[in-house]
């Protein structure tokens, strides 16, 4: 890509053949702009030009396109909108990136590898040991790099199965039954991008109350003499 001292605009201009008035710039191949950028002074537009040509009829150029917009008055109107719009936006940024709560759509589906230290926290939140937690909660696979030893159960065996540690509530929502003890495969989950967000759950947190916490069934029997 080719970079443009702005200072020198009127040679780009001159040097690439490109107008420097909006008015003049044929704005059919803008339809395939890769970037928009703006500065105080200049808008700059990167752009796939299609040139038909009889022995080549698909040639796309790369072009560029910079104009000093600052002492023209509508385009100033104009910039100052899309920076009023994209302050707006920004201010929605934290309601559009997070997860509606009790959604736990990615602990089904989902697979989190779980490294040594994520199995021994585990077993330090389940007061178990660390050979428990992996015969118990653990597919048992380790990596070429060592780092991972396995990842974690569903309570069956197909891929949309949820993960062993996902509990319900009584308002039909999901919630991590581990949470403070979940491996880091979950904690670096991001919403932003997600497509499984379950769209039908209200985003009000005051109406969802998480249920108890995952407990591990024990085997033996209870203090009333009952197997567990
Ligand atoms: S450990 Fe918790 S957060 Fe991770 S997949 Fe299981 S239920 Fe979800
Ligand atoms: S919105 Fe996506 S990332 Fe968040 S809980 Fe739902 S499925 Fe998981």
Not at 16 to 38: C, S, W
Not at 40 to 68: A, G, M, P, Q, S
Request: glycine share 6%.
């Amino acid at each position: 890509m080719e970079t443009i001292d702005l200072t020198k605009l009127r040679n780009y201009a001159r040097r690439t053949g490109q107008p420097t008035h909006p008015e003049m710039l044929d704005a059919r191949p803008l339809e395939h702009v890769n970037k928009i950028e703006i500065d105080e002074e200049h808008v700059t537009f990167e752009f796939d030009e299609r040139t038909t040509r009889y022995y080549n009829l698909n040639e796309i150029v790369h072009r560029e396109w910079t104009y000093k917009y600052n002492d023209d008055p509508e385009f100033v109107a104009a910039i100052g909108k899309v920076i009023d719009l994209a302050r707006k936006h920004l201010k929605d940024l934290p309601e559009n990136v997070a997860c509606p709560p009790g959604c736990a759509q990615c602990c089904s589906g989902y697979e989190p590898f779980v490294s040594r230290s994520d199995v021994e926290r585990i077993a330090k939140h389940l007061h178990m040991s660390y050979d428990e937690v992996m015969r118990r909660y653990v597919n048992e696979r380790s990596s070429a790099d060592g780092f991972h030893v396995g990842w974690l159960r569903k309570i069956g065996d197909d891929i949309s199965d949820q993960c062993v540690f996902l509990m319900g509530s009584k308002s039909g929502r999901h919630y991590c039954g581990i949470y403070e003890g979940r491996p880091h495969d979950c904690r670096d989950f991001t919403p932003i991008g997600c497509n499984d967000v379950d769209e039908s759950l209200p985003r009000a947190t005051s109406k969802f109350k998480i249920g108890p916490a995952f407990m591990p069934k024990r085997r033996g029997r209870n203090p009333n003499g009952k197997r567990l």
